[in-house]
């Protein structure tokens, strides 16, 4: 087991030298970065740059045979008990059963979990007070908006206290106000409840000034800095206009070194 490091230098995720291939094609080359706790870092990719891997790897649904990921301080392939159950997921396709009731959907979670009854109940209540959905507790699934559904699914990662939250392009489908919500919803989990996010998406305006960006480009890491350091390296005046030249243009990362979280 990886021992974890000293409070001040702990990471909630290290990424590390980290290849995958499918076959001839690779996925992720080298990519590296890392987050501070309680930092909300936006992974920003086109389609096929690689974030759904990246997801695959640290939650093991893919085994990582080169580099390393560590989730404050555990590295998910030597121990990966102590990893994931610092780790929460929200999937990219939807994963709810429609046909059981929100508060149904939350109790088989953690049921999973090994909470007992008593303790899953409590638990899924808080979570869905916590989404403000305690009130739809009983209604099946399929009664919800798209959003609402995510916000159950926030609350279902949520049932065990992960200190990092995964999530793949959770706004993908939503109507404007809907991705307003749930961003802003997961940005005060972050400031508020010293939540960790790693928040995969290709749509730009996600990124906020306050945010650490890894932009990820055919599988390599282009930028990772805040914000500004991402702008101050490329010489853009808006993060489109500076994720358009890291993407097209760019072959090489820029010096953003010290600029992260
Ligand atoms: N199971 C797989 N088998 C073969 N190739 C794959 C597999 N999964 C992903 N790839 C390839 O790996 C690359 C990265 O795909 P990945 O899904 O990780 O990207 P992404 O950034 O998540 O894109 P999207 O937002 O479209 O899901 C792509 O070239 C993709 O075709």
């Keep these: 087991m990886t021992a974890p490091g000293r409070q001040s230098t702990l990471r909630a995720l290290e990424v590390a030298g980290l290849t995958h291939s499918f076959g001839p094609n690779k996925a992720l080359d080298e990519v590296s970065?890392?987050?501070?706790?309680?930092?909300?870092?936006?992974?920003?990719?086109?389609?096929?740059?690689?974030?759904?891997?990246?997801?695959?790897?640290?939650?093991?649904?893919?085994?990582?045979t080169s580099g390393a990921i560590r989730v404050y301080g555990h590295d998910v392939r030597r121990s990966p008990g102590e990893a994931l159950q610092r780790l929460g997921v929200v999937f990219q396709q939807r994963t709810l059963d429609l046909d059981l009731s929100v508060m149904q959907n939350l109790l088989y979670h953690a049921a999973l979990h090994g909470f007992t009854p008593?303790?899953?109940?409590?638990?899924?209540?808080?979570?869905l007070e916590r989404v403000k959905l305690a009130d739809r507790a009983k209604e099946k699934a399929r009664r919800l908006s798209g959003g609402q559904m995510r916000r159950v699914e926030i609350a279902r990662a949520l049932l065990h206290d992960p200190k990092l939250l995964l999530l793949d392009e959770p706004t993908v489908g939503l109507d404007i106000d809907s991705r307003r919500d749930i961003v802003e919803r997961t940005t005060a989990l972050c400031q508020d409840d010293k939540l960790a996010v790693l928040w995969a998406t290709h749509l730009i305006d996600e990124v906020t000034p306050a945010k650490q960006v890894v932009v990820l480009h055919h599988g390599k890491v282009v930028a990772d800095g805040t914000h500004d350091a991402v702008l101050?390296?490329?010489?853009?005046?808006?993060?489109a206009a500076a994720f358009a030249s890291l993407t097209q243009a760019k072959t090489e990362a820029p010096s953003l070194e010290g600029a992260g979280a």
């Design 232 to 239: 101050a390296a490329t010489g853009a005046t808006d993060i």
């Design 33 to 64: 970065f890392s987050i501070a706790p309680s930092r909300f870092c936006v992974l920003l990719g086109l389609n096929g740059a690689g974030k759904t891997t990246l997801f695959s790897l640290i939650t093991r649904l893919y085994s990582n």
């Design 118 to 127: 008593r303790e899953a109940r409590e638990r899924a209540e808080a979570q």
